[in-house]
């Protein structure tokens, strides 16, 4: 029997419109996906791609990647051969250090962002804190 054939009878089989509405990702983007090889479907229904039901699974695992700041490309290796997860602990531990550092930056500058909308200054060049704030700004290497 043909994988096309388990895929019709298969009641775990989603097609690529059920993947999207569960995953909230557009069709397109799964389709990105599969090209980038994160996803991969198990066949067609008509011309509809199929994909088993974990998909899901490994797209929440994507996600969880991309929230932590990774690319697809190191996502994407962060799957072995088989499609399951092989993650690299001390590369985890390394991007957690990451995220502490911008947490700590992004914390300073909401602090600031605060102070300059309550400061009661006139002008904000003549608040030492916000003077503060555009010194270390300056000192700082551009982001952009």
């Known amino acids: 029997m ?10 775990a089989a989603l097609d690529i419109a059920e993947v999207a509405s569960r995953s909230g990702l557009s069709v397109s983007a799964l389709r990105y ?3 980038k090889g994160l996803i991969a479907s198990a066949g067609r229904k008509g011309l509809r791609r199929q994909f088993t039901a974990g998909v899901l699974e490994r797209l929440a ?3 969880i990647g991309r929230d932590a700041g990774f690319t697809l490309d190191e996502i994407a290796g962060m799957f072995g051969p088989d499609g399951e997860p092989v993650i690299d602990r001390a590369l985890l531990a390394t991007r957690a250090d990451d995220l502490d550092r ?19 200054a006139p002008r904000h060049l003549d608040c030492p804190t916000f003077r503060r704030i555009m010194e270390r700004a300056k000192a700082r290497p551009a982001s952009r």
Do not use: K, M, W
């Open 61 to 63: 695992l994507v996600a």
């Open 2 to 11: 043909s994988p096309q054939a388990d895929l019709r009878s298969s009641p």
């Open 33 to 35: 996906y599969e090209e």
């Open 102 to 120: 911008t947490i700590r930056r992004l914390t300073v500058l909401r602090d600031g962002l605060r102070h300059a909308a309550a400061c009661p």
